[in-house]
């Protein structure tokens, strides 16, 4: 399965190849088909295993456990603890609700962390993509997509007010680096650094725990 951004790339590309095959030569083609076979790798979906255990929190993307830790939350004003999760390189992917519960906000602007970034040096970045989920159990989660690119994108697919749904799919992101979820203090962090983690469905903590 391709997610849908992927869909129009590649088209494009398998017709490309098949013109190009007919117009100029059979090895023009081999070259839009290599670079099409990349596009679907790059593209492709993945439809996480739901798991159904209360209070806990999964990993919105697929990649390797970098930081763990005591950090401040500047979206929600609070001590929080953060499990940092970087992708792997290009850092394109959908992306995955962390927890069950209600959209409450989207921040896209630099400001916030502009003002708390001589608190954590982690908060630097050229683009920053930050949604905060309030749970079922009342608990704020919040994730926050990074990226070293200026010219790092992301899609949201939902909106403050609607519904999200653990392990579903909530947007896509392109030339991203890393995603950091923040959890309230008192949570259990159930990963370790250097622990590869599955988009969707890794548990990597349980709140309150």
Same mark, same amino acid.
């Given at each position: 399965?391709?997610?849908? @951004? ?8 398998? /017709? ?5 095959? =007919?117009? #100029?030569?059979? *090895? ?16 492709? $979906? ?5 798991? %159904?255990?209360?209070? /806990?929190? /999964? $990993? ?5 456990? &970098?930081?763990?830790? @005591?950090? =401040?939350?500047?979206? &929600? ?16 992917? @959908?992306?995955? *609700?962390?927890? %069950? ?22 908060? @630097? ?7 905060? #989920?309030? !749970? %079922? ?5 919040? =994730?926050?997509?990074? *990226?070293?690119?200026?010219? *790092? ?27 950091? /979820? ?9 990963? $370790? %650094? ?10 990597? !903590?349980?709140?309150?725990?």
């Amino acid at each position: 399965m391709l997610a849908k @951004e992927g869909r129009a790339p590649v088209l494009v590309l398998a /017709v490309g190849g098949m013109l190009g095959a =007919y117009a #100029i030569h059979p *090895s023009v083609a081999l070259v839009f088909w290599g670079v099409g076979a990349v596009a679907w790798m790059l593209f492709r $979906s993945r439809k996480p295993q739901r798991n %159904d255990l209360p209070l /806990v929190v /999964v $990993s919105p993307v697929g990649g390797t456990v &970098c930081a763990l830790g @005591e950090t =401040y939350d500047p979206w &929600c004003k609070r001590d929080a603890l953060r499990v940092s999760v970087r992708l792997p390189f290009p850092g394109i992917g @959908e992306l995955f *609700s962390p927890a %069950d519960g209600r959209i409450e906000g989207f921040w896209t602007d630099l400001a916030t962390q502009r003002e708390a970034s001589s608190l954590d040096a982690w908060l @630097e970045s050229p683009t920053r993509y930050t949604l905060g #989920i309030t !749970t %079922d159990g009342g608990d704020e989660v919040v =994730y926050t997509v990074a *990226s070293t690119r200026r010219h *790092s994108r992301l899609k949201f697919d939902q909106a403050p007010g609607e519904r999200a749904k653990r392990g579903a799919r909530s947007g896509f992101a392109y030339f991203a680096a890393t995603v950091d /979820v923040l959890v309230p203090p008192g949570s259990r962090l159930d990963v $370790s %650094d250097g622990e590869v983690v599955a988009p969707g469905q890794t548990i990597v !903590t349980l709140v309150h725990g």
